[in-house]
């Protein structure tokens, strides 16, 4: 299967901080990734979804301004969360969407817990 | 607003067992069906995609398709202590690429 990965996988900073966290597809191009937020014991909650060479088209009520996303390459897309308060701490997943023509699976990275203090 | 219905659970089986978990869906021009399955504190992992009506076995997984209901079921077989976890419907809408998630159903199988 298509593998993705994710850097960090967990990262502590301090309020007011900006993170930056990397999604990579390691084995295909893909030209649409996605980036989830999950706080515990809760589901999957899409943010955005990243088309490589566009712009970000972002969920309902996620700030674009402080989740940056940056997808310019197939195999690399970035969100940036910026201005990092407490309640942004949470488990970022993101994940890729199967080459075009070969079906509309989403494999997902590892995921990256986001800790804010 | 399309819609992807799943029982949260958690659903107790014994080891050995069948698993039955249940997803129903409200769009009815949706193609495409998946099955993902996440442990506590990890991502979601692809177990099984299905695309027409009737049944897809894959070991000891079947996943079950039935368009003009709009459910689609996964069916555990031979259930395992390691089979815990929260299993995910997702939906590919009709419209476009993004898969549409249910909230999952907890799967709790006890030796």
Known sequence: G??????PSWVICKSGTSVKIECRSLDFQATTMFWYRQFPKQSLMLMATSNEG????????????KFLINHASLTLSTLTVTSAH?????????????PPGTGVEQYFGPGTRLTVT | QKEV???SGP??????????????????????????????G????????????????????TAQLNK?????????????????ATYLC????????ALNFGKGTSLLVTP
Not at chain 2, 17 to 35: E, H, K, M, P, V
Not at chain 2, 68 to 84: N, T
């Open chain 1, 2 to 7: 298509a593998v993705v990965s994710q850097h």
């Open chain 1, 54 to 65: 566009s712009k970000a088209t972002y969920e309902q009520g996620v700030e674009k301004d």
């Open chain 1, 86 to 98: 407490p309640e942004d701490s949470s488990f970022y997943i993101c994940s890729a969407r199967a």
């Open chain 2, 5 to 7: 219905e799943q029982n």
């Open chain 2, 11 to 40: 659903l107790s089986v014994p080891e050995g067992a069948i698993a039955s978990l249940n997803c129903t869906y409200s769009d009815r021009g949706s193609q495409s069906f998946f099955w993902y399955r996440q442990y506590s």
């Open chain 2, 42 to 61: 990890k991502s979601p992992e692809l177990i099984m995609s299905i695309y027409s009506n009737g049944d897809k076995e894959d070991g000891r997984f």
């Open chain 2, 68 to 84: 003009a209901s709009q459910y689609v079921s996964l069916l555990i077989r031979d259930s395992q202590p390691s089979d815990s």
């Open chain 2, 90 to 97: 997702a939906v590919n809408e009709d419209s476009g690429y």
